[in-house]
């Protein structure tokens, strides 16, 4: 699983301060809990998802801990089947480094300061070394996405500092973390595509790809490239389908995101040979990749396809040049 070996830190933790089950009916705290063992478990396939050794001990209710109610079956009740789901998965989960140096008291999130989020505290403290890890909340939580924590140490009399963290509530969420962090975390021209195919899951990058055909260094390109890689794994099939793909509409439509996406021209397309320059093997099949993001009017594109059923409707980001012939 990545970021569970060679001795990498968690890219991702339960935050279990957020297990609050007060004022929830049996139903409801049944299809919460089902909802936040959807989430683990899809995250789980892809990720280590690790969480504190403590967790059990967390207080849900008044006078009730994790344990007394997941593992017991002590009131609030839940749902049989839930239950033992969520132990099942998280019983799987490893445990975080409890003798990490410089793990915080208590935190402060949304003004509220929280004694015993020890998870948050982990993911601070990862964040400052500037490795990010996103916490996994049950829905009860109310922070979703990029959050500002504080941390305070009562030995150090003090604040610690704060750092922005990740907070996630489903699995979709996943892309949200990643992408920002080719920045947080100055993500190397090695590192990209393996980042890449975390953060943009709508997405297949050929093998041929390098920053290297750019006119511009990696640094240069490398944000611009995300922006573009962004607006077409969100938003191309649906405004493909938005505009039944007629290409400038599709362009029109892409243009709100402040980039320039298009086909090839009419008298581009009307050239055999120089079609052939926007064709890509991939896995023993041949891609046509005339739709382009251009950074620079007369340079730097990004080449890729329409989405394809070979690729499971996804789309391949085939090219990556300063300039093809036209």
């Known amino acids: 699983m990545p970021g569970a070996g060679g001795g990498e830190p968690y890219r991702f933790v339960v935050d279990e301060s957020s297990f609050d089950f007060r004022g929830l009916t049996e139903e409801r705290l049944t299809d919460l809990l089902n909802d936040f063992s959807d989430a683990l478990e899809t995250l789980g396939e892809q990720h280590a998802v690790a969480v504190s050794p ?12 994790l344990y007394d109610v997941l593992y017991e079956g002590e009131t609030p009740k839940v749902g049989r089947d839930a239950r033992l789901r969520m132990v099942r998965l998280m019983d799987r989960c490893p445990a975080w480094d409890t003798d990490l140096p410089g793990l915080p008291d208590r935190v402060e999130l949304g003004g509220a300061v929280q004694e015993l989020a020890w998870s948050i505290g982990y993911a601070w403290r990862r964040t400052r070394q500037r490795h990010h890890v ?91 490239v995300v922006r573009v890689l962004s607006v077409v794994n969100d938003h191309f099939v649906d405004a493909l389908t938005a505009r039944a793909g007629q290409p400038h509409a599709v362009q029109a439509e892409l243009g709100r995101f402040g980039l320039d996406l298009s ?3 009419p008298n581009t397309r009307s050239k055999p040979g120089i079609m ?38 996804r789309v391949l980001i085939g090219i990556f040049v300063d300039h093809l012939d036209t």
Not at 289 to 310: A, M, T
């Open 54 to 65: 403590y967790w059990i001990e967390m207080e849900c209710v008044d006078g009730r801990e």
């Open 263 to 265: 086909p090839e021209s």
């Open 134 to 224: 996103g916490c996994l909340v049950f829905a009860s939580r109310d922070h979703r996405g990029w959050q500002w924590v504080t941390a305070t140490d009562e030995a150090a009399d003090g604040r610690l500092g704060s750092a922005e963290v990740f907070f996630l509530g489903e699995a979709s969420g996943i892309p949200e973390f990643w992408r920002p962090l080719f920045t947080r975390e100055d993500v190397s021209e090695p590192e990209f595509f393996d980042r890449a195919r975390e953060a943009f899951p709508e997405l297949v990058f050929a093998d041929s790809l390098s920053f290297r055909k750019f006119d511009g260094t990696y640094s240069e390109m490398r944000d611009w």
């Open 276 to 313: 052939k320059q926007r064709e890509i093997e991939h896995d023993g099949e041949t891609y046509r990749c005339e739709w382009h993001g251009k950074k620079e009017r007369h340079r730097n594109r990004v080449h890729f396809s329409l989405p394809d059923q070979r690729l499971e409707g």
